[in-house]
């Protein structure tokens, strides 16, 4: 049987307390708020001069904002008269995050009025440019949507949320069986079909040939950022979290072990067996460890034995001591 060498405290709870600490809770705000600063960039300089709705509150805002145009004159003058963006993300996030208080609890909620806050202050900030700072929509739907998928995906890796969709996928995800991925494409097509009903913008008109061309080029252009924020989201996400099993063979495998427990930091298997050629009693190490602290344990394995029997193999995800915890449903599995 293989036995577990328990030395090592958890590092979850490690992690957990961590997180605790005032410096890394400061640094994970920080990095919140500058990462929602090109994500706001994608919006107001690619996706809006190009009139593409795209996926998420973003998306719906957009609409509001192409609908509106030039009916509020006098409350949103440097808007053309359209209800802004940051204005109508903001107010949605807080009707959400009040409902979802009440139902999935405070602590989801906390971060991603922070988030909903930061992103509103960015395309409040930012101007809307007239036009596009990518001349062809099609190249900056893939462009912007790849941009918007990496910048999203460092404030989840950091413990934040923008708001939006994952607001209403969480609350839908706490009272039916539907995953939160599914969710969140459910929500995300059903706001880019919705284009189809928005008018011709007046600096298209006269220029385009045909309103069904262009109301379908403008559905694919939204399906095209949506295909390509979710890409680079959950790239980056499973890179992040993607873990690499080794499985070492040495006869220095008690040396090798404390030092893979002291300098790398992970638990350890000892794997009992026996060599079929030689019939000598042989131990096997099994280690799982992130993909950043690969080159780590080789050294510290090749250091101590050159001779010693490593292979590496992937695993994709690991719940566990360590690694991630298990909440019923990974909103990256649709």
């Not at 036995?3 to 920080?30: A, C, F, G, H």
């Not at 609890?105 to 909903?116: E, I, M, N, S």
């Not at 706001?191 to 061309?213: A, K, N, R």
């Not at 050159?306 to 719940?319: F, G, M, N, Q």
Request: net charge positive; aromatic share 12%; hydrophobic share 45%.
């Amino acid at each position: 049987m293989p036995t577990i060498d328990n030395t090592i405290k958890d590092n979850n709870e490690r992690r957990d307390l961590m997180r605790r600490q005032p410096s890394v809770i400061v640094r994970e705000y920080l990095t919140i708020f500058a990462a929602l600063c090109p994500f706001a960039m994608c919006v107001n300089w690619i996706f809006v001069p190009h009139n593409v709705v795209g996926a998420g509150l973003t998306g719906f805002c957009s609409i509001i904002y192409y609908a509106t145009n030039g009916m509020f004159p006098h409350l949103f003058p440097e808007y053309g008269g359209a209800i802004p963006i940051w204005l109508t993300t903001l107010t949605i996030n807080i009707i959400l995050l009040t409902i979802a208080s009440m139902t999935v609890g405070w602590q989801f909620c906390v971060r991603t009025l922070f988030g909903a806050v930061c992103v509103s202050f960015w395309y409040r900030v930012i101007p809307i440019r007239e036009t596009a700072i990518i001349e062809d929509p099609i190249m900056g739907c893939i462009i912007g949507g790849l941009f918007f998928g990496v910048c999203l995906g460092v404030v989840m890796l950091n413990n934040g949320s923008s708001g939006g969709t994952d607001i209403v996928a969480m609350i839908v995800n706490k009272y039916r069986d539907i995953s939160l991925g599914t969710s969140m494409v459910i929500c995300d097509i059903v706001i880019i079909l919705c284009s189809w009903f928005l008018p011709v913008p007046e600096s298209m008109q006269g220029v385009v040939e045909s309103v069904t061309d262009y109301r379908i080029r403008r559905i694919i252009c939204g399906l095209c950022m949506a295909y390509c924020y979710t890409f680079s989201l959950d790239w980056l996400v499973r890179r992040r979290r993607h873990a690499v099993r080794f499985m070492i063979v040495s006869a220095r495998y008690k040396e090798i072990a404390d030092a893979i427990s002291q300098k790398v930091n992970r638990g350890v298997t000892i794997l009992n067996g026996e060599g079929w050629y030689s019939k000598n009693d042989v131990h096997a190490i099994y280690v799982l460890t992130r993909v950043n602290e690969r080159q780590q344990l080789y050294r510290t394995v090749f250091s101590i034995d050159p001779d010693a029997l490593v292979t590496e193999t992937d695993a994709t995800v690991v719940y566990g001591r360590g690694f991630d915890r298990w909440k019923g449903t990974n909103k990256f599995l649709v």
